[in-house]
T-cell receptor, first 114, second 110 residues
Framework: NAGVTQTPKFQVLKTGQSMTLQCAQDMNHEYMSWYRQDPGMGLRLIHYSVGAGITDQGEVPNGYNVSRSTTEDFPLRLLSAAPSQTSVYFC?????????????FGSGTRLTVV | EDKVVQSPLSLVVHEGDTVTLNCSYEVTNFRSLLWYKQEKKAPTFLFMLTSSGIEKKSGRLSSILDKKELFSILNITATQTGDSAIYLCAEETSGSRLTFGEGTQLTVNP
């Protein structure tokens, strides 16, 4: 049981490049989400999904796209990277609509945009 | 978006001390209040609180929620150097959305 797996762990991009951050979970969780963590700002919700084929925007969705074609995977796409997207990105999952066990987080992707 | 405020933002104590971390939140569509511990990598789940006045306890850590005054506290007794971490508080609202506070950076010195 691997939990929530994020790849890559580190990435450096040039401004304007695109990339996909991968997130996979093996706990059969319906709910998956992406957060970014910046110094002094806590974690902020980017996008989330309550099941395959269903996605919605969070607090800071601009510049990011998501899709959910399977229960296990929830990739986050940066179409044209900007320095403001330099951050640590976390994927989290849980049972839906209710979990008494909180949300399980992946180990994060540290992204630097130069 | 609801706002979650944690205090203090930073705390330095000696091993054996007891600490109290604070978290206040707003009430729109409240479902639960969660506490996480973050060391180098992923936040790890500590507690989920949904009912007011009921203490959750795990070893030296405990937490309680006050839904009338809209706050929660996390207590750590007999602190150890391994307790050094960022402690995050998050409000869960309907739709499974989490709003996090900035976190409290706890440093426990030997």
């Amino acid at each position: 049981n691997a939990g929530v797996t994020q790849t890559p762990k580190f990435q450096v991009l040039k401004t304007g490049q695109s990339m996909t951050l991968q997130c996979a979970q093996d706990m059969n969780h319906e709910y998956m989400s992406w957060y970014r963590q910046d110094p002094g700002m806590g974690l902020r919700l980017i996008h989330y999904s309550v099941g395959a084929g269903i996605t919605d925007q969070g607090e800071v969705p601009n510049g990011y796209n998501v899709s959910r074609s399977t229960t296990e995977d929830f990739p986050l796409r940066l179409l044209s990277a900007a320095p403001s997207q330099t951050s640590v990105y976390f994927c989290a999952s849980s049972y839906y609509p209710r979990s008494n066990y909180g949300y399980t987080f992946g180990s994060g992707t540290r992204l630097t945009v130069v | 978006e609801d706002k979650v405020v944690q205090s203090p933002l930073s705390l330095v104590v000696h091993e054996g001390d007891t600490v109290t971390l604070n978290c206040s939140y707003e009430v729109t569509n409240f479902r639960s209040l969660l506490w996480y511990k973050q060391e180098k990598k992923a936040p790890t789940f500590l507690f989920m609180l949904t009912s007011s006045g009921i203490e959750k306890k795990s070893g030296r850590l405990s937490s309680i929620l006050d839904k009338k005054e809209l706050f929660s506290i996390l207590n750590i007794t007999a602190t150890q150097t391994g307790d050094s971490a960022i402690y995050l508080c998050a409000e869960e609202t309907s739709g499974s959305r989490l709003t996090f506070g900035e976190g409290t950076q706890l440093t426990v010195n030997p």
